[in-house]
């Protein structure tokens, strides 16, 4: 698209910020954008983002290409041909990235969807997200394209987890934080399109020796649902069929074992009933009459199958095409966590988490365990969340706290933590380089300062804040020494598996720092939302 | 006891501390590694299975190693469920209707967009581009390591070098010069930061990094140990994957090719698991390899 201004007409002095900040969470499978500004004081919500499919498509029965947005256009999603420029989770081809962005953000053309995401570059702001540990040469291409090739006047690029510190805690809690003040430790497991990664954050600094990366995500989940189904039916060129499958019908299992032995038909000589409450029958979409699949309950009786597939029997005469689906439903999710069972050697999901915990000092260890936010499109799977703290409950002493929780809206939590950011003036102000700085620095120092080398900035205040907090713990632990129901002492003595916790006690665990609404929220005030809470019953009271 | 046809020309008698071998009165069977160390015992078996087979069984690390194969099946599988172009797609961007500069504005606007814009790397090749640089330097994005090796050597004799002000031709002079004026971390405005804002009395502030009694709390990060972590370069992309499961977690669970159930049978053919007659039938039929009917 020709901009036909040039910069110096911008109204802009070279140093300042501009009124509207762009922030693109530019995702694998989808970008989310919206607009923020500081100037306005209205919060946003999570209705102004839009999210957009980034990828290409090639549609070889339209013989149609559609870039981006244009995808929601398309009336038949069969035989959909699909090229990502994002691979592994950073941006790779930047030929292919700039025709999406230019549909998404630069046409100032009304868009089929009425979106109004029209900008001009600079005179916007951009936050920018990437994945966590990006070589070196990709982010000095980015750079290099946001200020370039599309002119923004100022851009801060981050890894996505570290935005999400500043969305608004998904843990029930006294206190709301305002715009641009950032949780104050968090461990976040972003399960993405194309990989998982666990980040402890601090402050919304990620703690980088900490950082690690499951390579299994929704694309893995959702190539090995279609190898799955098409042992059955053919769905190897299927891939947006077999996306909406595994939303509609794929769930973590609690009991893995056990659903399996449900959906089993069995052997030769001892026939089984499979149990039709999990073995479900799914009606393909024909993009006629059916646009969307559906399932419903498995329907044993072969020649209903038969008849349906005729177009008997349903309803306007159509015929159904029914795929059936039994133990692909949970065993597909559950390689997120067991990678083994299809030979990938890494640690499964929880394994991961205590990875990553395994790097930070010990001290830190429960204050992460207990703050454990979950985000990412694949978190949307029914039971993620509670297998993901079961088997962190499992894995480490019985005393120490473990919560975890979904974000409200998994998909734009990234998103909104960026509108939060962006329209608190100062903290936006401190993060972003201008294009001017860029110009005089040169590309080292804008990566360096993208990566947080800040110099020993943190206020010295705050480690006694995080002492404080332990020694609050510390006067709980001897009261309820002697009527312990804790089990601190079994805590202690117990030998489990790698424990990574020696921490006796679940002591509460405050959060925010500001003593002007310090709440100490204890586990076991909260009630029960996303979180399967932590059953432990607490002593101490606020 | 059966491990194979009888051989009994055996001048050289070791007994091996393995489980197969078995004592027995006046003999004892040997077991020799692979049919390549000992000729006397091959038979002229090129058929690798069988000689495997015929002596004496294998030890879990001879599976393992074994496997070579069938590991190079499973990377080869995993890649293929990990990639993200559905088949090889060649799709052209078509251009968008409208555009008035056309092929210019579409090329770039400077020589550096332009090579980005053209250039057809794939992330592989970037991982690569990124792990080559740190095998030959230390990371080169400006962080800690002062790469000592990429000093040139210099000519200058021993007696007559300047000292050099850290000044290496690879650094740039960023990390050297004073830090930059760190953004401060957006908090609230707290009134007094050292009192306790829990409303415990008793609480002293200074000395409880020395709690040491029976329940031992875990201590905290100094301030310097909290900014040497938050200040740590950011990993690799392959230091950052996570590492395998630690070695003494069970095995990795097989399932049944055709149903999906525990794998419990293998196919002698194809190496592949099935969980009942019903579905090994299946599999011979239509899934087992080909060549070896």
Redesign the interface.
């Given at each position: 698209m020709a901009r036909q201004k040039s910069l110096s007409t911008t109204v802009l002095p070279p140093n300042d910020l501009a009124s509207r900040t762009l922030i693109l969470d530019n995702g694998a499978h989808t970008i989310k954008a919206g607009f923020s500004s500081h100037l306005s004081s209205t919060p946003v919500s999570t209705t102004s983002c839009h999210v957009i499919p980034n990828c290409i498509a090639r549609s070889t029965r339209d013989r149609r290409t559609y870039i981006g947005p244009e995808l929601t256009t398309c009336a038949d999603f069969g035989d959909l041909a699909y090229r990502r420029p994002v691979e592994k989770g950073y941006v790779v081809n930047w030929e292919g990235e700039k025709a999406i962005w230019e549909r998404t953000f630069l046409a100032n053309a009304a868009k089929n969807d009425g979106s109004v995401l029209g900008c001009d570059p600079a005179e916007t702001n951009l936050i920018l997200s990437e994945a966590p540990n990006a070589p070196v040469s990709l982010q000095r291409n980015a750079d290099e394209m946001v200020f370039e090739e599309f002119g923004f006047g100022a851009y801060y690029r981050t890894i996505a987890p570290a935005l999400n510190a500043y969305a608004p805690s998904p843990f029930p809690s006294t206190s709301t934080s305002p715009a641009g003040i950032p949780l104050e430790c968090m461990l976040l497991v972003d399960a993405g399109h194309s990989h998982t990664t666990v980040t402890p954050l601090y402050h919304g600094r990620p703690l980088h020796p900490a950082i690690r990366r499951l390579e299994i995500g929704g694309k893995t989940l959702t190539n090995r649902l279609k190898e799955l189904i098409s042992r059955t039916f053919d769905v190897h060129r299927e891939d947006h069929l077999v996306e909406e499958i595994k939303e509609d019908v794929c769930y973590v299992s609690p009991t893995f074992t056990r659903d399996l032995e449900r959906t089993w038909k069995g052997g030769r000589y001892d026939g089984r009933e499979v149990d039709s409450s999990v073995v479900v029958d799914y009606v393909l979409p024909d993009y006629e009459h059916i646009k969307r699949g559906f399932y419903r309950p498995h329907d044993t009786d072969v020649m209903n199958l038969r008849n349906r597939a005729l177009g008997i029997g349903t309803e306007t005469g159509r015929r159904e095409h029914v795929v059936t689906l039994g133990n692909e439903r949970f065993t597909v999710p559950e390689l997120l966590f067991t990678p083994s069972d299809i030979g990938m050697r890494q640690a499964g999901l929880c394994g991961t988490v205590l990875q990553s915990l395994d790097a930070l000092p010990e001290g830190l260890r429960q204050a992460y365990l207990a703050n454990i936010v979950v985000v990412g499109g694949t978190s949307l799977l029914p039971g993620f969340v509670a297998r993901l703290e079961g088997e962190l409950r499992a894995s480490v002493d019985e005393g120490t706290v473990i919560r975890v929780a979904r974000a409200e809206s998994p998909v734009k939590n990234v998103w909104m933590g960026g509108v939060r950011l962006a329209t608190d003036e100062a903290a936006l102000r401190a993060v972003v380089v201008t294009r001017q700085e860029w110009a005089e620095n040169g590309e080292g120092w804008v990566r360096r300062r993208f990566a947080g080398k800040k110099g020993p900035g943190i206020e010295m205040s705050t480690p006694k804040k995080l002492l404080a907090t332990v020694a609050t713990c510390a006067i709980p632990i001897h009261s309820i020494k002697a009527g312990a129901a804790m089990g601190a002492r079994k805590a202690v003595e117990s030998t489990r598996m790698p424990s990574m916790l020696s921490s006796p006690t679940s002591y509460p665990i405050r959060y925010r720092t500001d003593p002007a609404t310090a709440a100490i929220v204890t586990p076991a005030q909260t009630p029960d939302r996303t979180l399967g809470a932590s059953s432990d019953p607490l002593t101490t009271a606020s | 006891m059966a491990t194979g046809p009888l051989r009994f020309r055996t001048p050289h008698i070791e007994e091996l501390p393995i489980s197969q071998s078995r004592q027995s009165a006046g003999f004892a069977w040997v077991a020799v590694s692979t049919a390549q160390d000992d000729p006397a015992k091959n038979w002229g078996t090129t058929n690798r299975k069988r000689a495997r087979a015929s002596l004496g069984g294998q030890t879990e690390q001879q599976k393992e190693a074994l496997s070579a194969r069938v590991?190079r099946e499973?990377?080869r599988?995993?890649k293929?469920?990990?990639?993200?172009?559905?088949?090889d797609?060649v799709?052209?961007?078509?251009k968008?209707p409208g555009?008035?500069?056309g092929g210019a504005?579409k090329a770039?606007?400077?020589t550096?967009?332009k090579k980005?814009?053209?250039?057809g790397?794939?992330?592989a090749h970037?991982?690569d581009?990124?792990e080559a640089?740190i095998a030959r330097t230390g990371?080169?994005?400006?962080d800690a390591d002062a790469p000592a090796a990429a000093q040139r050597a210099s000519k200058t004799p021993l007696a007559r070098r300047k000292p050099r002000a850290d000044s290496s031709a690879s650094h740039?002079p960023?990390?050297l010069v004073a830090?930059?004026a760190?953004?401060?971390?957006?908090?609230?405005?707290?009134?007094?930061?050292?009192?306790?804002?829990?409303p415990?009395d008793?609480?002293?502030?200074d000395d409880?990094?020395e709690?040491d009694?029976?329940?031992?709390?875990?201590?905290?990060?100094?301030?310097v140990?909290?900014?040497a972590?938050?200040?740590?370069?950011?990993?690799?992309?392959n230091?950052?994957?996570?590492?395998?499961?630690?070695a003494g977690?069970p095995p990795?669970?097989r399932?049944c090719e055709?149903?999906?159930?525990?794998g419990r049978v293998r196919c002698l053919k194809c190496g592949a698991m099935t969980?009942?007659?019903?579905c090994k039938d299946e599999h011979d039929q239509s899934r087992c390899l080909k060549m070896y009917a």
């Open positions: - | 590991q499973t990377e599988k995993i293929e469920l990990n990639s993200d172009n559905s088949r797609v799709i052209d961007i078509a968008k555009q008035s500069t504005l770039g606007k400077t550096g967009t980005i814009l053209a250039s790397k794939t992330f970037y991982l581009d990124e640089e990371r080169r994005d400006g740039s960023a990390p830090p930059m760190p953004p401060p971390i957006p908090r609230l405005p707290t009134t007094d930061s050292s009192a306790a804002p829990i415990l008793g609480l002293d502030d409880d990094e709690e009694d029976e329940d031992r709390v875990p201590r905290m990060p100094t301030s140990e909290m900014d972590l938050l200040n740590a370069p950011p990993l690799t992309y230091q950052a994957r996570s590492a395998p499961p630690p977690m990795p669970r399932f055709t149903c999906g159930y525990w969980c009942s007659v019903l």
